[in-house]
Structure formats: structure tokens, C-alpha cells
């Protein structure tokens, strides 16, 4: 059964440092992986999706990557505001419809 | 572009009372469809999967149940409410393919079972 583990559960950071959000997953054999944001109280909104043969995505400031033989994908936010203040999740798709699995997500504090 | 609707956005419901969440997708065809349970605190829980019209598959026995009438339509229901069933439902699509591919979430309904 996959298992993902996000770490820390929050976190807290002056506005303008760079930070890295991490996601570790148990089982290796996987179709791709997702970040997503989600601010209180809303929905999930896709960041970045990374296929299994990807190593990175970028979009703007945020950088994903994917070691799926050590199990660890890292998002990268770059240069971060108070606007980038969100709970983070990633996603582990093993294949089939009802195997994605999420993370519980990091909370992450943008202070300016 | 794509776009997913989901209604109500918050729900307070009695004990025993029926549910019904909808879902609607614009922008796209033949969607895979899902619904989801957030809880605080743990991860995202897959309740139901459709692949089309008519085809649910259902991950977690329980006293939901789900329906796609129509292409793009997804409905969460319920005939009597528990107050277990309270949590934060969102509905979500993905293209048309053998995985889940990329996912796209609703806003979600905050459903409150009193």
C-alpha cells in the first residue's frame, strides 16, 4: 500500500527567502505525481504535475522534482510572498483510478 | 478552457435528512469523474470514480452513493445523513485515459451534519 509523508506539517518563513517543501512516498512503481495548493476553506488547485519519466517541471517560481528510486519529490518556491500562504499537498498516482494517494500537506506562512 | 462546478459550496444538514452535491465539468468530454472526502487532518479520501454515463465505482461502504446522469454531471448522495458523514467533499475530473492523469478539484461543499 503506498504511503505518503509530507514534512513538516507547517512551516513558517520570512517573505522573500526560497524554501523547499518535501513529499516522500514508500512504493517506487508510480504513473507521475502532483502538487497542488489549497487555500482555506476552497478546493485544490493543480501546481505541477510531474510524470513518472520526468525528472522536473517548472512553472514561474515553483520547481518540482521527482527521485522515484529514493521515493522523494521536492517542490522549489522561489523568491516567496504572502501570497504563496497555502497548504501544500502532493499526490501519488500508482495506477488506476483509485490509486492516488495524498499526502496530508504542509502548511506553509509567508510573513512580510 | 476547463472549468468545474460544484454546489452547494456549505451545507448544514439534521440527522437523517437526504444530500445531494452536484458537480458539473464545462470545457471537456467523456471526463473521468471522481469525489472525494477531506478531512481535517488526514488526506483526501477517494469515495467514488466514474469513467462514464451510468459506470460508478465505489471505494468506501458506507451509506453514499453517487450517479452521473449525463456526461459531465456527477452527484453525491445520500438518502439519510449521519453525523459521520460531515467533512468537506470535493469533486474532481481528469482527462480520459486508463490512469488518473492530471487532476482537476471543485471548490468543495463544506457539508455540517447536526
Known amino acids: 500500500k503506498q504511503e505518503v509523508t509530507q514534512i513538516p506539517a507547517a512551516l513558517s518563513v520570512p517573505e522573500g527567502e526560497n524554501l523547499v517543501l518535501n513529499c516522500s512516498f514508500t512504493?517506487?512503481?508510480?504513473?507521475?505525481l502532483q502538487w497542488f495548493r489549497q487555500d482555506p476553506g476552497k478546493g485544490l488547485t493543480s501546481l505541477l504535475l510531474i510524470q513518472s519519466s520526468q525528472r522536473e517541471q517548472t512553472s514561474g517560481r515553483l520547481n518540482a522534482s521527482l527521485d522515484k528510486s529514493s521515493g522523494r519529490s521536492t517542490l522549489y518556491i522561489a523568491a516567496s510572498q504572502p501570497g504563496d500562504s497555502a497548504t501544500y499537498l502532493c499526490?501519488?498516482?500508482?495506477?488506476?483510478?483509485?490509486?492516488?494517494?495524498f499526502g496530508t500537506g504542509t502548511k506553509l506562512q509567508v510573513i512580510p | 478552457s476547463q472549468t468545474i462546478h460544484q454546489w452547494p459550496a456549505t451545507l448544514v444538514q439534521p440527522v437523517g435528512s437526504p444530500l445531494s452535491l452536484e458537480c458539473t465539468v464545462e470545457g471537456t468530454s467523456n471526463p473521468n469523474l471522481y469525489w472525494y472526502r477531506q478531512a481535517a487532518g488526514r488526506g483526501l479520501q477517494l469515495l467514488f470514480y466514474?469513467?462514464?454515463?451510468?459506470?460508478i465505482s465505489s471505494e468506501v461502504p458506507q451509506n453514499l452513493s453517487a450517479s452521473r446522469p449525463q456526461d459531465r454531471q456527477f452527484i453525491l448522495s445520500s438518502k439519510k445523513l449521519l453525523l459521520s458523514d460531515s467533512g468537506f467533499y470535493l469533486c474532481a475530473w481528469s482527462p480520459r485515459g486508463l490512469n488518473t492523469g492530471e487532476l482537476f478539484f471543485g471548490e468543495g461543499s463544506r457539508l455540517t451534519v447536526l
Open positions: 466514474s469513467v462514464g454515463i451510468g459506470q
Open positions: 499526490a501519488v498516482d500508482s495506477g488506476g483510478y483509485q490509486k492516488v494517494t
Open positions: 512504493d517506487s512503481a508510480i504513473y507521475n
